[in-house]
């Protein structure tokens, strides 16, 4: 039971973090490599079959009948978040990150008032996948995943941050305000940005006092030509540019250590702090072990997934997509509570993608994220 698990392996997590044990250790690590690199979906859902609410043998991925459920996915998080603090390692906010705005956030209506259970990554409209729905519901018997996001959204927050010794770790790209205390010494911090839809980030660092602290910023799996810490996906379009770095206004070089861009430096005052993340589509595959992905291809941007839904593609079931394609975007206020959307040009005329999250807000029909590729 994909759910459970996740609770559970969070709990051996914690035992083997408070009681230094090895055994947890090395049998949580197995856990966790297993489901990225054979278990998960590109959206960061687990748990695919509907029978049991269970994960499936190694690269078990239907997409029509996938499970999903949106408490797998919160659950997933906090067990990422456990490895983290465990570790220190990027790799799990690089899971947490992608769960966060794909495979979790469709569980939710953009007005908050109806929930998929399980969470499908194909739909014809028909198949009533989601509890006796072909969209989202109001209520189920059993309404874990209503009541699990309405505790997990204000949870949010203390995702973004982390420290260690003088490591003050920016871990998610999200408008903020907080207060950090290191070693004693208050750090006021907050984010300015319009991330997802664009890679740039503006921090603001200040202290009344002089505070060594080394700054990291995860440099995000997407913007590295990562799909997931695993083969199990792959870009097979050029990973975007370096980004930028700005401190108060000027250009400075840095490295990266374990994933995350390092600014070492004594903080005093306040100091303003600018990422630029070149932002593109990429267009991934799957592993050809993925029975259902292959011959197909899925599109990205940033660190969002993207579907084909019936509600603007009146074809959909002839689309075809290419690698080499010279996709478009442009971001829409007012459409489905403002997203960027991905428009295309196959072989039977344009087509448009919007954020799998938005999905099935506008009622029931077909849905695709893996899409045929253009022969």
């Known amino acids: 039971h994909a759910v459970r698990a996740m609770y559970m392996y969070a709990g051996m997590t914690d035992i083997a973090a408070i009681y230094h044990d090895s055994a947890y250790a090395s049998a949580v690590n197995k856990l966790w490599e297993n489901m990225v690199s054979k278990k998960m979906y590109i959206t960061g859902g687990i748990g695919a079959l509907h029978q049991g609410e269970a994960f499936g043998a190694n690269y078990e991925l239907p997409n029509k009948t996938a499970y999903n459920e949106t408490c797998a996915s919160i659950g ?3 067990w990422n978040h456990r490895l983290f603090m465990l570790y220190g390692a990027k790799k799990y906010y690089d899971v947490i990150e992608r769960t966060l705005y794909n495979g979790l956030l469709s569980g939710l209506s953009l007005d908050g008032k109806q929930f998929f259970y399980p969470n499908a990554l194909e739909s014809d409209g028909v198949y009533p996948f989601n509890q ?8 189920f018997d059993c309404s874990c995943c209503p009541t699990n996001l309405i505790r997990f959204i204000p949870a949010i927050p203390g995702l973004i941050y982390a420290k260690h ?6 871990n998610l790209y999200v408008g903020n305000e907080a207060e950090v205390d290191m070693n004693g010494q208050l750090i006021r911090i907050s984010q300015r940005t319009n991330y997802p ?3 740039q980030v503006e921090l603001t660092v200040s202290s009344n006092t002089a505070v060594p602290i080394n700054l990291k910023l ?10 997931l810490p695993s083969d199990l996906y792959t870009y097979i379009s050029l990973a975007p540019e370096p980004p930028a770095v700005h401190i108060d206004g000027e250009k400075v070089p840095w490295e990266l250590e374990g994933g995350y861009i390092i600014l070492p430096r004594t903080w005093e005052g306040s100091h303003t702090v600018t990422l630029d993340f070149p932002m593109r589509v990429q267009v991934v595959r799957g592993s050809e072990q993925i029975a259902e992905d292959r011959g197909k291809l899925a599109l990205e941007y940033g660190p969002i997934v993207y579907a084909l839904e019936e509600a603007d593609n009146p ?8 690698p080499d394609e010279n996709y478009q975007v442009a971001f829409q206020p007012g459409f489905l509570n403002g997203v960027v959307e991905i428009f295309g040009a196959g072989p039977i005329g344009s087509f448009k993608a919007i954020p799998y999250y938005a999905w099935s807000n506008r009622g029931a ?11």
């Open 76 to 78: 997933d998080v906090y």
């Open 197 to 199: 839809w664009n890679g």
């Open 132 to 139: 006796g729905a072909c969209t989202r519901k109001s209520w």
């Open 365 to 375: 029909g077909k849905m695709k994220v893996w899409i045929p590729a253009t022969p």
């Open 315 to 322: 074809a959909i079931d002839v689309v075809t997509i290419a």
């Open 218 to 227: 995860r440099l995000p799996g997407w913007a590295s030509g990562e799909v």
């Open 165 to 170: 010794d003088h490591d003050l770790y920016v």
